[in-house]
């Protein structure tokens, strides 16, 4: 018989807040880390310029509710020296349509060493004539070397993930810039349940439970940069990295972009394909092989 097939947990009532479109109040799952310490810590001219920029904290945070929707909260605080950089941290836009996602800059400014602050232009506008499709866009201006760029968004999303309510997200633990402090949370409420798994060395995180929710956290500090050149591997075949998912499997999403791309001219039977391939051999190598010959010979 072939095997049974996880069912895919059914979400709960909406919360008042999907149902009003209001942003959510995450801060009881990773609060927030005070940014004045971090700004403190002097960073040499000589690691500046070698990596154009050094990251003084990066936050990340993602919330499953029990109804499906997702929140995502992150936070940057950036020293600045490479032209490239800058220019990168100089203007920044959110294109989404406000009936199903909000996304919300909580914070957005520079600070300069001598003490003072300046805050971002933000202008949030319509770019239809029932303001249903909004362009949020983030300017900061005369960014020069030795900027600290303090940036906060979060993104609420009003609908679950549609054919598959849940999360999945990886992360890289190391960057191609030093990083001096990282943290990576995530929270899942019930009836949902989280599988991670770790990658190239990657440390166990934390749990604990807050309230319906399981919230795990990597939470790192002064990690290195990695030197990188045309010839580097990419980063995810050697550096440390995390993931997880709340799906228990990836049929749903597969015929999810299956429609989204109108892929009709291929009728698949995705779960016996994708078994057929994984018994091309027991090692991901070989079941990669056998996945890249198939679409090879396919899809020429």
């Given at each position: ?80 020296h490479g032209v490239k950089q800058m220019e990168r ?82 992360f890289a633990l190391h960057s191609t810039y030093p ?112 996945a890249y010959n198939y679409v090879a010979r396919k899809?020429?």
């Amino acid at each position: 018989m072939p095997p049974v097939e996880p069912e895919l947990p059914v979400p709960r009532r909406r919360l008042w807040r999907t149902k009003l479109r209001w942003s959510r109040d995450v801060t009881r799952f990773a609060p927030p880390i005070a940014i004045d310490p971090a700004i403190a810590n002097e960073i040499p001219e000589r690691e500046l310029s070698h990596w154009g920029e050094v990251a003084l904290l990066e936050d990340y945070l993602t919330v499953l509710h029990r109804d499906g929707t997702v929140t995502y909260r992150r936070s940057w605080l950036f020293v600045l020296h490479g032209v490239k950089q800058m220019e990168r941290w100089e203007r920044f836009k959110y294109h989404f349509d406000c009936r199903a996602v909000k996304y919300t800059v909580r914070r957005a400014r520079v600070h300069w060493a001598d003490g003072n602050q300046r805050l971002a232009t933000i202008t949030n506008r319509a770019v239809d004539r029932h303001g249903y499709s909004r362009l949020l866009e983030v300017q900061f201006k005369r960014l020069a070397p030795g900027a600290v760029v303090d940036v906060e968004d979060q993104q609420d999303n009003f609908a679950p993930f549609s054919h598959c309510p849940g999360v999945c997200a990886d992360f890289a633990l190391h960057s191609t810039y030093p990083c001096k402090r990282r943290r990576i949370t995530l929270a899942v409420a019930a009836p949902f349940t989280v599988r991670h798994e770790l990658h190239h060395g990657a440390p166990d995180p934390s749990q604990r439970q807050v309230g319906d929710y399981q919230v795990l956290c990597w939470d790192l500090h002064d990690l290195p940069g990695i030197e990188w050149d045309e010839l580097t591997p990419p980063l995810y075949e050697f550096a440390p990295w995390i993931d997880f998912s709340t799906l228990p499997n990836w049929e749903p999403v597969a015929k999810f972009y299956i429609a989204e791309l109108k892929l009709l001219a291929y009728h698949h039977d995705l779960g016996t394909l994708a078994r057929r391939l994984a018994r091309a051999g027991a090692g991901t190598d070989s079941r990669l092989a056998a996945a890249y010959n198939y679409v090879a010979r396919k899809f020429p």
